[in-house]
């Protein structure tokens, strides 16, 4: 099968996950596990987690990058293919602590709270955005196809590392807030 016929095949399986993701998340964001009758602790341990994990997620990129311009690709294959583990890890801990747990009100007052959901806002947006971009970067490396992977990844990169980076700061901001 010749790389076109694949990246074809790939492209409809990136653009239904792109698109799945984020109704999936939306829709068990909304689902209470407590209100549909499961008798079931809030999973509160895991905001410090899956913050870590989006740290974690900022500096395996930021290595990738490293370990490409230092020539090492088998390295920054294996970088960027461990921070997408990451980043599903962060999601599904996300998903967890959301169906466990009630949401939390980001009590700051004045220009921080505008400070604040501009920075969730952003994340988010850019969260769904960031969907096709990663799974494309990736398959265009996986096919061989460099040039385009290239050309995507100086896309992909930065708007992954705000991502996983503003993650970060929206737990700092709305921590002291948690029950």
């Keep these: 099968m010749s790389n076109l016929v694949k990246e074809r095949r790939y492209k409809r399986i990136i653009t239904a996950l792109s698109v799945i993701i984020p109704i999936a998340v939306a829709v068990l964001f909304r689902v209470n596990l407590k209100d549909l009758g499961f008798n079931i602790e809030p999973l509160t341990f895991l905001p410090p987690i899956y913050a870590t994990i ?17 020539g090492n690709k088998k390295l920054h294959e294996q970088l960027n293919t461990f921070a997408i583990f990451c980043s599903l890890l962060f ?7 959301h169906m466990t747990s009630d949401s939390t009100k980001f009590g700051g007052e004045g220009t921080i709270k505008y400070v604040y959901y501009f920075i969730l806002f952003t994340h988010i947006v850019l969260s769904i955005i960031i969907i096709p971009f990663v799974l494309t970067t990736f398959m265009r490396a996986k096919l061989g196809n460099f040039p385009e992977h290239k050309k995507i990844a100086k896309i992909t990169f930065p708007l992954w590392l705000y991502v996983a980076v503003t993650g970060v700061i929206v737990y700092l901001m709305i921590s002291p807030y948690y029950v």
């Design 91 to 97: 999601l599904l801990m996300y998903i967890g602590y």
């Design 54 to 70: 989006n740290g974690l997620t900022a500096v395996v990129l930021i290595a990738a990058v490293i370990a490409i311009k230092k």
